[in-house]
């Protein structure tokens, strides 16, 4: 697994997540087994089979955080130019078009959140943003159709 880009916030979240799953979700599920296993027959006990599963899932969500953040990268660490838009940065443009304006942060596919304005440098948008300086003038080719922006500001 290379490397995962995450601001402070979003690695605290992930943290958060996986001591959740392994404190609190563990315990759960061990005794939802032990309730389970009270009542008898194993072989047709739903409860059991379901409580089984929960935890195969669980455990799974547990690998895959304890992988990721053993393979994170603080943006906030990163010694990355604020001149251009890069993972992290938050680029004010303006629609050409209907003069409107939009402020997007670049961030990993992990902390995006389009309604929140945190698009992943993976996407159609943050691929086009990706390496623009303030005065650039873009064109964006989107499902929907095209953008035409206009990078105002570059900041962290």
């Known amino acids: 697994m290379g490397k995962i880009y995450l601001s402070r916030e979003g690695y605290e979240k992930l943290r958060k997540e996986l001591e959740y799953l392994q404190k609190v979700k563990r315990r759960e599920i061990t005794c939802d087994i032990e309730h389970a296993r009270s009542l008898g027959d194993l072989k047709e006990n739903a409860e059991y089979h379901a409580a089984k599963e929960a935890q195969g899932l669980t455990e ?20 990355i130019s604020s001149d251009e838009i890069r993972i992290g940065a938050k680029a004010r443009l303006l629609d050409t078009d ?50 035409h922006y206009k990078v ?4 962290r």
């Not at 959140?113 to 650039?136: C, F, M, Q, T």
């Not at 105002?152 to 900041?155: H, K, M, N, V, W």
Request: a negative charge; zero cysteines; glycine letters at 6%.
């Open 98 to 147: 209907t003069k409107e304006e939009a402020e997007y942060r670049l961030m990993s596919s992990e902390e995006s959140n389009p309604r929140e304005g945190l698009i992943s440098v993976s996407s159609p948008i943050g691929k086009a943003l990706l390496g623009h300086r303030e005065g650039d003038v873009l064109e964006i080719k989107i499902p929907a159709g095209i953008l």
């Open 60 to 79: 799974k969500k547990i690998f895959e955080l304890e992988n990721k953040l053993s393979s994170v990268e603080l943006i906030e660490d990163l010694n």
């Open 152 to 155: 105002l500001q570059i900041s």
